[in-house]
Structure formats: C-alpha cells, structure tokens
T-cell receptor, first 116, second 111 residues
C-alpha cells in the first residue's frame, strides 16, 4: 500500500503561533516515531508511540511540544508558541512491529517548518 | 550517550568512480546499523541494514560493512552514477529502540 504520508509538506508560521503537523503511517504499523532534522544535521529522535501509547517522549525539546496518536494510527505533533529555533524538518516514521533489531523504519517525506 | 560521526561531510566524484563513505559510533552496544539515502525534499530511504552479528550486507552496487568492536562502518558504492547523488546517513539502533543518526555525507556524482 501507500507509504508514510505527512501534511502539510511546508508550513510557515509567525513566532508565537501554534502549529499542528500530521502523520499518516503505513496501515497496520504498530510503531510510530517523530524526528526533528535541523539544517545540515541528521534526524534527532523526539518521541515514540506503540499503538496509541506514547512510550517515550524524552526527545521533545520543551513542554511546548506535544504529540498524540489517539486511535493508534494517525499522529499529530503540535508545537505551541513557536520559536525560531523550532525551524526544522519534522520526519515521521513507522514500523510494522514493536522495535526489534530486524525492524526497518519507513520514513515520510517530512514537514518543513519555518518560523519567522 | 551514543554519538555517530560521518566522514567526509561532502564528496564530489566523477561518474564511474568507486567510493567509500565512513561512519563511526561511540557505543558498541548496538542491535543494528543502517545506511539511509535522503534526496532533497524527500524522506529517508533505507539502503542496507546490518545486524550486530553480521559483518556486511550487499545490495546491487552497494556494500556495507560493520566492525562493531571498533565502532566503525563503511558504505562502498561501486561504479557511481549521477543518480547516486544524495545525502547518505548512517544510523545505529540501540537497546533504547532509538535510531541515532550521523550528520550525513553529501555525495555529488558528476556526469
């Protein structure tokens, strides 16, 4: 079926605005990950869901960042009161089972967020 | 804390050349190592995944090796083509089920 999709692909926000980024994982995938990729850097882990349970949110930079996956499929990453340092590409990935050494994570195209 | 370093940061080669990209990691307690390709404006595509018990994996013109004890991996690309131009990312998967990425190598293959 279709791969991981993300929307919007591009988002420009004024400093202080709230934004919501959506991820549609591959159907039936249990695990969902969010990553933040700053310009010229590799992706950095933000948070992990197993079905609807958020098992790890240790990578979220501040309490302005919030993620949810209420029905165990679509996930939303919300950033409140955006700051310029939040400008980055936000990547979503999903995998078919709970993370194991044999798992491959399938990545979406990302949402490029620019905060002015 | 796991740290992943990729060398070189950028590489430009003429078409047809064989090349090697390098990756090193500080914590050898990993489950696997993956090489990804990232094209501008696109997500990451997994190229090769090497389990911690394996020494290498091959796919077409790509060959990746892993020396877990020394914390090193290489990605060998044979007979490079302009279509290989992209950023190549190395990532290690540890016991905390997180992928830790390097900053990537930007490869340009010139026709």
């Amino acid at each position: 079926g279709a791969g991981v999709s993300q929307s919007p692909r591009y988002k420009v926000a004024k400093r202080g605005q709230d934004v919501a980024l959506r991820c549609d994982p591959i159907s039936g995938h249990v695990s969902l990950f969010w990553y933040q990729q700053a310009l010229g850097q590799g992706p950095e882990f933000l948070t992990y869901f197993q079905n609807e349970a958020q098992l790890d949110k240790s990578g979220l930079p501040s309490d302005r960042f919030f993620a949810e996956r209420p029905e165990g499929s679509v996930s939303t990453l919300k950033i409140q009161r955006t700051q310029q340092e939040d400008s980055a590409v936000y990547l979503c990935a999903s995998s078919s089972s709970t993370p194991t050494s044999t798992d491959t994570q399938y990545f979406g195209p990302g949402t490029r967020l620019t905060v002015l | 804390k796991q740290e992943v370093t990729q060398i070189p940061a950028a590489l430009s080669v003429p078409e047809g050349e064989n090349l090697v990209l390098n990756c090193s990691f500080t914590d050898s307690a990993i489950y696997n190592l993956q090489w990804f390709r990232q094209d501008p404006g696109k997500g990451l595509t997994s190229l090769l995944l090497i389990q911690s018990s394996q020494r290498e994996q091959t796919s077409g013109r790509l060959n990746a090796s892993l020396d877990k004890s020394s914390g090193r991996s290489t990605l060998y690309i044979a007979a490079s083509q302009p279509g290989d131009s992209a950023t190549y990312l190395c990532a290690v998967f540890g016991s905390n089920y997180k992928l830790t990425f390097g900053k990537g190598t930007l490869l340009t293959v010139n026709p």
